[in-house]
């Protein structure tokens, strides 16, 4: 289970990458249309990443099972964790834009 800490932090994370987009693309989205085919790319690449760390788990494993140093796998692992953490606050964002920035529609 996830603290509420950090779900809190998560949220200002969100809010504050909402305020960034707006600031570079504008306040709203032009309809509801385009709010959700921004959604999807973002999700796509969420899930990309996430492919992408799946990806170098399954190496990490081998080399590990191999007896050899896992360093480099747990590096890149540790990169793909906090890319996929970043798309995913992309995806919140978005969310608060497309309806409206209002936090009180976001859980």
Request: with cysteine.
């Amino acid at each position: 289970m996830i603290a509420k800490s950090m779900m809190d932090g998560l949220r200002k994370l969100a809010g504050a990458e909402k305020t960034r987009a707006q600031k570079q693309h504008g306040e709203a989205y032009a309809s509801m249309h385009e709010g959700v085919g921004v959604l999807a790319e973002e999700v796509q690449e969420a899930g990309d990443s996430l492919a992408d760390m799946v990806t170098a788990l399954d190496t990490l494993i081998r080399v590990h099972r191999r007896g050899e140093d896992t360093g480099d796998g747990l590096r890149e692992i540790y990169r793909y964790a906090l890319l996929t953490a970043a798309e995913c606050i992309q995806v919140a964002a978005v969310c608060l834009k497309a309806a409206k920035g209002g936090a009180e529609h976001a859980g």
